[in-house]
Nanobody, 118 residues
Framework: QVQLVESGGGLVQAGGSLRLSCAAS????????MGWFRRAPGKEREFVAR???????NYADSVKGRFTISRDNAKRTVYLQMNSLKPEDTAVYYC????????????WGQGTQVTVRR
């Protein structure tokens, strides 16, 4: 079992920055990959970024160059640094744990709201 708790969301002006955090408990954190997803109002949930257990990363095209995912295994926490925010980044952001490569994400946090004002 893995429990995930996100924090760091809020209201920000376009062009601003936010850093989301996701604290994990349960299984050995360094053993599995972590991802960030988001769901905008009226839209499907979409992939944002992923970081593997060895810290390799990949991003959705829409956030490349603006968002950075990182992890601190000692703190059992994954981060999403979001810069140059746009109104279209407004969404509920979720972190998720992928225990086995290539499989669906197994555990999800409750989400944190990010609102970007024009």
């Amino acid at each position: 079992q893995v429990q995930l708790v996100e924090s760091g969301g809020g209201l920000v002006q376009a062009g601003g920055s936010l850093r989301l955090s996701c604290a994990a408990s349960g299984r050995t954190f360094s053993d599995y990959a972590m991802g960030w997803f988001r769901r905008a109002p009226g839209k499907e949930r979409e992939f944002v970024a992923r970081i593997s257990s060895s810290a390799s990363t990949n991003y959705a095209d829409s956030v490349k160059g603006r968002f950075t995912i990182s992890r601190d295994n000692a703190k059992r926490t994954v981060y999403l640094q979001m810069n140059s925010l746009k109104p279209e980044d407004t969404a509920v952001y979720y972190c998720a744990a992928q225990i086995r490569y290539g499989r669906a994400y197994d555990y999800w946090g409750q989400g944190t709201q990010v609102t970007v004002r024009r």
